[in-house]
């Protein structure tokens, strides 16, 4: 059974930094790209950022330069660092694995978190 399990998410204020962790299982992770998406009330779900097996990265243009994704294969774990967070970050962040990372453009993951929530106050 595949899990993706999110942390780190909470309230923050404007300028302020989170880290999210996903931990997964149940899937050679090593060989799976991932891909962390959001949420906003009232929004259209966004691709954040995506990370390939190799370590290439890709990010929204809304979060390029303020966020990084990492990934450590001996824990089984990703990371996204959210630096500068504004207002427009309040979302629920979700960790996905599973999709397909061509020419740096992650699509159709196959597996979700729970997702976890990030607020930002002005």
């Known amino acids: 059974q595949v899990q993706l399990v999110e942390s780190g998410g909470g309230l923050v204020q404007a300028g302020g930094s989170l880290r999210l962790s996903c931990a997964a299982s149940g899937i050679t992770f090593s060989r799976n790209a991932i891909g962390w998406y959001r949420q906003a009330p009232g929004k259209q779900r966004e691709l954040v950022a995506s990370i390939s097996r190799g370590g290439n990265t890709n990010y929204a243009d809304s979060v390029r330069g303020r966020f990084t994704i990492s990934r450590d294969n001996a824990k089984n774990t990703v990371y996204l660092q959210m630096n500068s967070l504004k207002p427009d970050d309040t979302a629920v962040y979700y960790c996905?694995?599973?999709?397909?990372?061509?020419?740096?453009?992650?699509?159709?993951?196959?597996?979700w978190g729970q997702g976890t929530q990030v607020t930002v106050s002005a």
């Open positions: 996905t694995a599973g999709g397909n990372y061509i020419s740096g453009y992650y699509a159709s993951p196959g597996y």
